[in-house]
């Protein structure tokens, strides 16, 4: 358990719609993921951080805004929700020193977009 | 990008026979990990591993980073290991290596 929870864990929402997922991490870890899983795939990143304020796009960032303001949350908002982003998203953090490069995930948030 | 390749796609076995899955993939990682997707969707890591080899019980992972190529074995498997497991990968560089590239998954059913 790398001490990471996701809010909310199951959300349903209409098309139009602002949605906003949190992630929380105890571990003070610097880097943080959201990465969303489609059926029958497996994840893809969305946006990054790799420190307050400091964020980066992944390959499916279209849509999508991310903040971070301190350590241990990473906010995913998605401005007006569409059909398309009806997925599984999992939030993840990077090791610290004496893991390396090991990346450790949240339970994931269900969203439905109707 | 990287590109990652699983194999097989789907994999059925009788509980207590044993199996390989391997990922292929298309650049230089300083970043691999092995993950189960249990059936209530959890990603669970199962190892970390660059380069070399390790075991954990009745599993076991081989990285042959000059040749590209990752294996995953399981040993004596049990209903417990069903579902659906997956290679990610990280490429070199400072950038990328913070982001890891997923493969499709094997969809594995062990049967008692």
């Known amino acids: 358990d790398a001490g990471i929870t996701q809010s909310p864990r199951h959300k349903v929402t209409e098309t139009g719609t602002p949605v906003t997922l949190r992630c929380h991490q105890t571990?003070?870890?610097?880097?943080m993921y959201w990465y969303r899983q489609d059926p029958g795939h497996g994840l893809r990143l969305i946006h990054y951080?790799?420190?307050?304020?400091?964020?980066d796009k992944g390959e499916v960032s279209d849509g999508y805004s991310v903040s971070r303001s301190k350590t241990e949350d990473f906010l995913l908002t998605l401005e007006s929700a569409t059909s398309s982003q009806t997925s599984v998203y999992f939030c993840?953090?990077?090791?610290?020193?004496?893991?390396?490069?090991?990346?450790?995930f949240g339970p994931g948030t269900r969203l439905t977009v109707l | 990008g990287i590109q990652v390749e699983q194999s097989p796609p789907d994999l059925i076995l009788q509980e207590g026979a044993n199996s390989t899955l391997r990922c292929n993939f298309s650049d230089s990682v300083n970043n691999l990990q092995w993950f189960h997707q249990n059936p209530w969707g959890q990603l669970i890591n199962l190892f970390y591993i660059p380069s070399g080899t390790k075991q954990n019980g009745r599993l076991s992972a081989t990285t042959v980073a000059t040749e590209r190529y990752s294996l995953l074995y399981i040993s004596s498997s049990q209903t417990t290991d069903s579902g659906v497991y997956f290679c990610?990968?990280?490429?070199?560089?400072?950038?990328?290596?913070?982001?890891?590239?997923f493969g499709e998954g094997t969809q594995l059913t062990v049967n008692p």
């Open positions: 951080s790799y420190g307050v304020k400091d964020t």
């Open positions: 571990e003070n870890h610097r880097y």
């Open positions: 990610a990968v990280g490429g070199v560089g400072e950038t990328s290596g913070s982001r890891l590239t």
């Open positions: 993840a953090i990077r090791g610290g020193s004496g893991l390396g490069n090991e990346q450790f």
